[in-house]
């Protein structure tokens, strides 16, 4: 899984831990954290009998700070961004298509939203 691969990255987890949560943060959540949620399913269609698809996914870094915010999404972007090889029993290609950084006033969180595009490889 995507939150798997995330997790198995030594940097990534420095900076947030396990605190990846997926379509709604919870009540009481610690800083800084993701939110993953899938915008596009993956497509799998083929005329030969083998398929592959590609999947969009949006993964929301908040945090209470600027500095852990960027130091957490570029840690993300960085271990992502070009990425090839498996995720779960899945041969994948993921690249980062875009990742604005804002200041959310109603929250008072900073956020990155960092989108992937993930093209998934017949085995």
């Known amino acids: 899984s995507l939150r798997t691969l995330i997790l198995q990255n030594p940097t990534v987890v420095t ?3 396990s605190r ?3 379509d709604n943060l919870p009540d009481l959540v ?7 949620q899938t915008i596009t399913d993956p497509l799998r269609r083929s005329h030969n ?13 908040y945090s209470d700070t600027q500095t852990t915010r960027d130091s957490a999404s570029d840690a993300i ?3 992502l961004d070009n990425y090839k090889g498996a995720m ?3 041969s ?3 690249q980062v298509t875009n ?3 804002s200041w959310e006033a109603e929250s008072r969180l900073y956020r990155c939203m960092i989108e992937l595009s993930i093209l998934y490889f017949p085995n």
């Not at 610690?30 to 993953?36: D, E, L, N």
């Not at 009998?49 to 870094?61: A, I, P």
């Open 92 to 94: 994948v290609t993921i």
């Open 88 to 90: 779960g029993n899945q």
């Open 77 to 79: 972007i960085g271990w």
């Open 15 to 17: 900076a947030i831990a």
């Open 20 to 22: 990846y949560h997926i």
């Open 30 to 36: 610690s800083y800084p954290c993701i939110r993953a």
């Open 49 to 61: 009998g083998t398929y592959g698809g590609r999947e969009t996914v949006q993964l929301d870094v």
């Open 99 to 101: 990742k604005p950084r």
